[in-house]
């Protein structure tokens, strides 16, 4: 991890480092997005998008220059597979950072965090997954907390907020539904064509970024966030903070994929997705209905419902390695 060896540390030490810079930067890099959209003025999803695009180009770009695999003489995969890639990655992406100008972090946040839903139909048409009951638990709950969270958004908003909220929900929305297709699709591309997976992001984020510029430029945003950003160069700074905060807390989290496994990481990072939004309303105080906590209740239920039907046996697995490892650990200590 950044050159640090962590295979001869214990297994509480590992999972104590790697769940705290996993917490430490992503909320670190949330709290950065927070504090650049609510900037008098910001209202530059679709540019922010751009320069997040473009900043994934280029670390990509590096990874495989630094392997030797840069320039690219010939691409894995058809050209158009990409530009599918990057067409879903803009409409995620795009779309979800564009809503943060229609709602508060949190709400947007929480909607995120049901992009199981889509995903599910999305492995279902697109992949032929069979699912468990596990996944239709976790979807009925998902969907329920997606409508209390829709209709607190509506019903709580006064008459001239009614179609800004109503926008940035469906703005979110859209965002979910290529959310749904996203990862199938990626995997069917890596699958198929054998694409290494630096390459498929620089061509996605490559080929996404140019759509996304023709996005600002049709929207009339392009100017307009360039001038506010010379006039406002904090924005600027904000942009590298999250960047920077969010690509070494991937590190983080993949170091606990690689050492604990998938169930652990995705555990950790839901639980870091509850307290991002619980600091939310500390740095940035905002009202709390009880709708909102009704569907965070239900929303967070259903990913951790999800969870345990998808790793079962890992679970099992990882707590009986865990206990065996400190067991070895600790008759070491005691022979010394």
């Not at 803009?90 to 709602?103: D, I």
């Not at 958004?153 to 009614?162: A, C, G, H, Y």
């Not at 209740?297 to 065996?324: C, M, P, V």
């Amino acid at each position: 991890m950044f050159g640090w060896d962590l295979s001869h540390k214990s297994a509480y030490f590992n999972m104590a480092v790697l769940s705290a810079g996993t917490f430490l930067f992503h909320i670190t890099s949330n709290y950065f997005i927070e504090k650049l959209f609510l900037m008098d003025g910001f209202e530059f999803g679709f540019f922010f998008t751009t320069v997040q695009f473009y900043s994934y180009c280029i670390i990509s770009g590096l990874s495989l220059w630094f392997k030797n695999q840069f320039p690219i003489k010939q691409t894995a995969a058809p050209i158009s597979s990409y530009i599918i890639v990057a067409l879903l990655l803009v409409g995620s992406m795009g779309l979800s950072n564009a809503s943060l100008v229609f709602l508060s972090y949190p709400v947007q946040q929480l909607f995120k965090s049901c992009k199981l839903v889509p995903v599910i139909i999305g492995g279902k048409l697109i992949m032929k997954r069979v699912y468990g009951w596990g996944e239709y638990i976790s979807t009925v709950l998902l969907t329920a907390g997606l409508f209390f969270l829709a209709f607190e958004k509506i019903s709580f908003s006064s008459e001239e907020n009614m179609d800004v909220s109503f926008l940035g929900i469906i703005l979110i929305s859209g965002g979910l539904i290529a959310d749904g297709g996203i990862g199938n699709f990626q995997e069917k591309v890596m699958t198929e064509h054998k694409v290494p997976e630096d390459q498929l992001v620089f061509y996605s984020h490559f080929f996404g970024g140019f759509i996304l510029l023709i996005i600002c430029y049709l929207k009339n945003e392009l100017y307009p966030a360039v001038r506010f950003c010379i006039e406002n160069p904090s924005a600027l700074l904000w942009m590298l903070l999250i960047f920077t905060t969010a690509y070494i807390g991937v590190r983080f989290v993949l170091g606990l994929i690689k050492l604990f496994g998938s169930f652990v990481a995705m555990t950790v990072t839901s639980v870091r997705r509850v307290a991002t939004i619980c600091l939310s309303f500390v740095l940035f105080p905002k009202p709390v209905t009880n709708y909102f906590l009704l569907s965070a209740f239900l929303i967070f239920s259903g990913l951790f419902i999800h969870i345990y039907s998808k790793n079962k046996t890992e679970i099992d697995q990882f707590l009986s390695s865990f206990r065996r490892k400190e067991r070895e650990e600790s008759f070491t200590v005691s022979i010394q």
